[in-house]
Each structure stands twice: as structure tokens, then as C-alpha cells.
């Protein structure tokens, strides 16, 4: 048979299945309670994973962790800067010695440490955003890539965000230019990985309720002018809710989603398809 019309191995006369029974996944940045790494992180497991997981805050993740130990088995936890690489590399040879295989990556974490406007920004604040939402996603990647290769097969998730592809203002300008690398880096992974049954997409979530955002809603200024227009561009109305990415990432981790590769899918309520001058609401 012609090598381009005959289906890989692992899609041969099966039918498309979105259960994550008996995969390994890994989810960094779950540390955070009510966050999306945590929603995702419980959200996996409850789909059928073994979920490994990692933060750089020891309590959150301890507390994800136990959270998890209620779902499955008692997971791997560890304390990790996804910075730092030689932490990033005792991550992965830990995964290898602890469970010895990887199906699924998903990277969460994000560093803001200064929402000030472009010309006021600090060197070392723009370096962290880089070495966090870039750097760190890419050594994450890298490790998760050489474990898939051995393996031939593997499904990443990259959390994005929609400031990678429109402009938040406020000051969001490097973090929207690392989530926009981020998006990037998902398409260049998926074509150059695509041949050896690896699958690399990301998720890009909108304005979404978790403790972050949750702390604003005390600030008048941020609930009386910031909200209504958050809100304004969200059609269905609402601000995400972590819960919310769980189908999705089930989905782009499952192979059910097995010819989906190199995919940006907001997931958000409608933002990034509406246009900034529309209304999605008739008059009263
Ligand atoms: N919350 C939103 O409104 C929103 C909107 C669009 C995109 N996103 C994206 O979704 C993802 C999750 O956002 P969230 O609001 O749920 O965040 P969160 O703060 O709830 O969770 C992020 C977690 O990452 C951990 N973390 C931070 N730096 C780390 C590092 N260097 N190494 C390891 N762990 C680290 C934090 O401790 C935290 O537990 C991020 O990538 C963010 O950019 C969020």
C-alpha cells in the first residue's frame, strides 16, 4: 500500500476514543488552587490519567497533589522552576525513574510580574516573563519530546492565551509577545514532529475566574471599569471558569484527536471571533 494512505499503527481499525485510560500525563503550573493547571490536573485524572504534576509553589502543589491521591494513585510532585533547566531535567529523569513513560504534557504556568506600561517596564521584569512563558515551555517541550520520539507517539498542550493573538493593553505587552511565541512554537513543534506520531497544540484560554482574578473583584476601580469591559468582550456573557478548558484538553490529548495537530483553539466564550466594534447584544 501506498505509505501516505496507510494509517499509523495507532490508528488502525480503532475507533477514536477520548478516555486517557492508561496514559501518563504531566501538568506543570497545577500548584495553583482554583487555577486552570489545577483544574486540568484533576481534570485529566478523573478522564483516566496518571497525572504527574509540578509547580513552584511547594503548598499549592502539595495540596493538588492530595487532591489527586483521592482520584488515583499518590502522584509525582515536584517543586520546579520551569526556568531553571537543570530543574527541568530532574523533573523529567524523576518521571522516567517514578513511572518511566510520558503520553501527554500540558504547560500552564505563567510569570506577570509588572503590569506597567511598555516604556515604564523593568529589564529583569520583561527577562522572567521571557525565561517563564517561553524558555520554560520550550525546555518542558524539549524534555517531553525526547521521551515521544523513544516512544513514537505523544500529545502536548501548550496554554496560550487570546493576548497572543490580539492586544490586551493594560499593560500586557510581554506577556502577550511571549503567549504569541508560544502559539508559534505550538505550529513549529506539530510540522516538525508531526512525522513521528506527536501531536502538539494549545489551548488559548480568555478572561478567566481564577484566584488571580478573583483578588481584583475587591478593587473598585478594576470591578467598576475593568470588569464591564472584559465582560463586553466576552459573548456568552461570563468569565471563563478554570472547568472550563478540562473537555478541551481531554479532547486535544485523546485520540480523538488524533489528526488534530498545530491547532490555536480558544477556548473563550466567543472573544477572539468577535469583532472589538461589534455589539454581540441587542438593544433593550
Ligand atoms: N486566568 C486567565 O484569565 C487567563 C487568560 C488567558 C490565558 N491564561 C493562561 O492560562 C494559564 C494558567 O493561568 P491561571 O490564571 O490559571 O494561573 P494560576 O496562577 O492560577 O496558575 C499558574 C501556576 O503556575 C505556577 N507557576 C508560576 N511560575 C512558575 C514557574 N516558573 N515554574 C513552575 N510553576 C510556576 C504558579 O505557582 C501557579 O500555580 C497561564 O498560562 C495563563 O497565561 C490565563
Partial sequence: MNPSTTPPP???NNSPRFDL?????????AGANGG?????ALGLARAGARVAIADIDADGLAQTARELAAIGPAPLARVVDIADSAAVDALFAALDADIGRLDILVNVPFAFPARVRPHELAAADWERML????TGYFLCCQAALRRM????QGSIINIGSNAGESALGRGALPYGCTKAAVHQMTRELAVEYAGAGIRVNAILPAQTLTPGLRGHLDNPRFRDHVLPRILAG???GRLLDPKDYVGPAIFLAS???RAVNGVLLPVDGGNLAMNAGGSHTWPA
Fill in 10 to 12: 495507532n490508528v488502525q
Fill in 21 to 29: 485510560d492508561g496514559r501518563v500525563a504531566l501538568v506543570t503550573g
Fill in 36 to 40: 486552570i493547571g489545577h483544574a486540568l
Fill in 131 to 134: 525565561a517563564v512563558n517561553l
Fill in 149 to 152: 520520539l523513544a516512544a513514537g
Fill in 234 to 236: 466576552l459573548p456568552q
Fill in 255 to 257: 485520540d480523538a484527536a
